[in-house]
């Protein structure tokens, strides 16, 4: 069993900054793929960043040069640090971790697993 747990989400003011954190337990490490997505009310979950085996990060349209995605490989963490956010960067966010160690993927079914997710709130 995988059980990722995200954590770090809150209310904001735009322009401001957040760090999310995902706790990974169970058949999971650093080395598997790892991602983060979002989803707004009405709207299809998006990615946004994933990070591999090799530690290679890609990162999506809508939040690139905003954001950084990390890992903390001895407390199998995965973290997405956040800035200049904008009230249209208010959603709930998910982590979500692969079985494959490269070529990741930007598809929510390239994910076998998934957090419940942390929300974000950005007010102007």
């Known amino acids: 069993q995988v059980q990722l747990v995200e954590s770090g989400g809150g209310s904001v003011q735009a322009g401001g900054s957040l760090r999310l954190s995902c706790g990974a337990s169970?058949?999971?490490?650093?080395?598997?793929?790892m991602a983060w997505f979002r989803q707004a009310p009405g709207k299809e979950r998006e990615f946004v960043a994933h990070?591999?085996?090799?530690?290679?990060?890609t990162y999506g349209d809508s939040m690139k040069g905003r954001l950084t995605i990390s890992k903390d490989s001895a407390k199998n963490t995965l973290y997405l640090e956040m800035n200049s956010l904008r009230v249209d960067d208010t959603a709930m966010y998910y982590c979500a971790a692969s079985g494959r160690f490269i070529f990741c993927g930007d598809r929510t079914d390239a994910y076998n697993y998934w957090g419940h997710g942390t929300q974000v709130t950005v007010s102007s």
């Open positions: 990070i591999d085996g090799r530690d290679k990060t």
């Open positions: 169970g058949n999971i490490n650093s080395r598997n793929c």
